[in-house]
């Protein structure tokens, strides 16, 4: 229900953004994908629900009712296998040696391997997300060649980019929950289908913004989606927060405020242009579209961790299961995917990017769960707050982005309202 609620309010405020300019081609866009997603959404939501009220009909032996009932039921219960972990003194232990894949048993690292280790998480962190970023903005904004008309080619099929990211994250979380020690698995499969639903749309969202805003707008933009995630941690799981979460977000919003009206102002876009107010419109759109479907994700992700204790592996799988799925299923049910095929294939250069665009996003999620369960959320949030600055400037050296000392103050109150959040929120748990 909370999934067809944010893509209805996306829907219309694209609709509305749609009226008011010529941006036809992602309102298209994202209305087939919507449609495509329904067609399967629809059905399977009726399905579910009449098993879940009649679990009779999932008896029986074989793999396909096996598989079923995984799906809709879950597996079946554990709870004196939990209440015996729980009880135990090494339970909080043994779930980070579970998500960092060592053994309880080990010794204490020496300062110098806890450096190194620290190290190999700045730099894992630093270089996937980094290189994520330029190939992000290299893909969406540049031309590929020529066409016979003279014009250039740009690739425009964000939904395929989504695709190819989730096919090499899945992979990836097979090959992890494979060879490592996992914990047994409860949740009913299915429940991963909301948390992939809005991961797609905020993915889609995010590159489908690059046609219209640059990535240093994107960057900031992204910055104080502290914001949503207040709202939605509120609706979705009933949390609270100290004030200085509300003072932190207005200042975020504050300091891009101010580098968005400087960015209009250096590039002449405030006057009567109206077709440039219109596609700063269309971007501005689509930035609250991926900020409102992500702080949705990770809400209901930590909702589902809280509930059935999965790991952070088993939760890569599920979700990219369910997003594999469901854009390949869009792509061939509007006929783009052998399109995108035939690009990739005429376009080498493309190929290469997208592959290395995906890999590096699957890296960066495994070194998500690999610093967080090492040195828990403050050091990730500085790693990760460090590298979106290293970003704008990277993305400001190597696409010629330029900001006025105005632009650089909004940057600047960004970033200093979101290392005051993460020292206030470090002084708050003393």
């Known amino acids: 229900m909370w999934t067809f609620q944010l893509l209805a309010m996306l829907a219309m405020a694209v609709a509305v953004d749609a009226e008011s300019s010529d941006q036809d081609s992602t309102m298209t866009s994202f209305m087939e994908n919507i449609g495509s997603y329904l067609m399967i959404i629809v059905p399977a939501a009726f399905l579910v629900r009449h098993l879940q009220q009649h679990p009779e009909k999932l008896a029986g032996t074989g793999a396909v009712l096996s598989a079923a009932r995984v799906c809709i039921l879950g597996s079946e219960s554990t709870d004196m296998t939990d209440d015996a972990h729980k009880s135990s003194p090494k339970s909080a232990g043994a779930k980070a040696d579970l998500e960092a894949g060592t053994g309880g048993d080990a010794p204490p690292p020496t300062m110098m391997q806890q450096g190194l280790k620290l190290a190999f998480c700045v730099a894992g962190l630093q270089g996937s997300y980094i290189t994520w970023g330029v190939l992000q903005e290299m893909i969406m904004t540049q031309s590929y060649g020529v066409d016979e008309f003279g014009e250039d080619v740009f690739f425009k099929n964000s939904q395929y980019l989504v695709f190819i990211n989730r ?16 914990p047994r698995h409860s949740a009913p499969t299915y429940r991963y289908s909301f948390a992939s639903m809005s991961n797609i749309m905020s993915s889609w969202c995010q590159y489908e913004a690059l046609k219209y805003v640059s990535f240093p707008t994107q960057v900031l933009a992204k910055s104080s989606k502290i914001i949503p995630v207040m709202i939605m ?198």
């Not at 096919?167 to 020690?181: I, K, N, P």
């Not at 590298?387 to 400037?393: A, E, H, K, M």
């Not at 940057?411 to 979101?418: E, N, P, R, T």
């Open 167 to 182: 096919v090499l994250a899945l992979l990836a979380a097979v090959l992890v929950c494979t060879f490592t020690r996992q």
């Open 233 to 430: 941690g509120k609706f979705v799981q009933n949390k609270t927060y100290p004030a200085y979460e509300y003072a932190c977000a207005v200042v975020l919003s504050m300091g891009v405020s101010v580098f968005l009206f400087s960015k209009a102002e250096q590039e002449g876009k405030i006057p009567d242009e109206e077709e440039d107010q219109q596609t700063n419109l269309s971007g501005l759109v689509l930035l609250i579209g991926y900020m409102i479907f992500d702080s949705f994700t990770s809400n209901f992700q930590a909702h589902l961790f809280g509930t059935y204790k999965m790991s952070s592996y088993q939760m890569m799988f599920g979700v990219n299961l369910f997003s594999t799925f469901f854009t390949l299923w869009s792509l061939v049910q509007r006929g783009a995917f052998g399109a995108c095929i035939e690009f990739t294939l005429l376009y080498p250069k493309f190929m290469w990017q997208a592959v290395l665009l995906s890999i590096t996003s699957a890296t960066g999620q495994m070194f998500i769960f690999y610093t967080l369960s090492t040195y828990g959320a403050l050091v990730f949030a500085i790693i990760m707050t460090t590298r979106q600055v290293i970003s704008i400037f990277v993305s400001a050296v190597l696409f010629g982005h330029e900001f006025a000392a105005q632009g650089w103050f909004g940057i600047l109150i960004v970033f200093g309202a979101m290392f005051a959040r993460i020292y206030l929120r470090t002084t708050q748990k003393k």
